[in-house]
T-cell receptor, first 114, second 113 residues
């Protein structure tokens, strides 16, 4: 199993550009989520999905879109990049949304918006 | 507002020594508490998950404790190794609703030879 994979690993964008961060898992997990990690702050939830076709907003959803057309994939779209979106983005998955399920994180995407 | 506070912010110890990291939380309703290890440039990796009824849980040289009455947890690392250098993140899960996870800012641990 590859676990949770993310691409790209690094990305530089100009203000106003759009892009999609890819996330995939091969563990047949129902629950997937996107976080951002900024210096001096804990991870913050952007969007999450409890299964294919179902998504919902987290703590900081503005400027981001998600979709979940398959169990395996959960892409994160930046609609019009802003410098405030410079961050490290982590995708995570767990078997279900159950509170005791172990979360598995991807390696992260480091995004810089100029 | 749910909060998780970790201390110290950073810690430097010599290889082979023990150390203890602290986590205080105000999360309601409480479901479980997790400790993660995050190596530089990588995603967090789960070390332990503890429920309300569990006081202690071990994973190799890592031992987590939980006092649900005082809303405190600690992570004790025994006989530290260079590979223990990382950030350690305390995460508290609330019962019900959304993702329900509140992340601490982490303790940055450096093990020196």
């Amino acid at each position: 199993n590859a676990g949770v994979t993310q691409t790209p690993k690094f990305q530089v964008l100009k203000t106003g550009q759009s892009m999609t961060l890819q996330c995939a898992q091969d563990m047949n997990h129902e629950y997937m989520s996107w976080y951002r990690q900024d210096p001096g702050m804990g991870l913050r939830l952007i969007h999450y999905s409890v299964g294919a076709g179902i998504t919902d907003q987290g703590e900081v959803p503005n400027g981001y879109n998600v979709s979940r057309s398959t169990t395996e994939d959960f892409p994160l779209r930046l609609l019009s990049a802003a410098p405030s979106q410079t961050s490290v983005y982590f995708c995570a998955s767990s078997l279900t949304s159950g509170r005791l399920d172990t979360q598995y994180f991807g390696p992260g995407t480091r995004l810089t918006v100029l | 507002k749910n909060q998780v506070e970790q201390s110290p912010q950073s810690l430097i110890i010599l290889e082979g020594k023990n150390c203890t990291l602290q986590c205080n939380y105000t999360v309601s309703p409480f479901s479980n508490l997790r400790w993660y290890k995050q190596d530089t440039g990588r995603g967090p990796v789960s070390l332990t998950i503890m429920t309300f009824s569990e006081n202690t849980k071990s994973n190799g040289r890592y031992t987590a404790t939980l006092d649900a009455d005082t809303k405190q947890s600690s992570l004790h690392i025994t006989a530290s190794q260079l590979s223990d250098s990382a950030s350690y993140i305390c995460v508290v899960a609330a019962g019900g609703g959304a993702d329900g996870l509140t992340f601490g800012k982490g303790t940055h641990l450096i093990i020196q030879p």
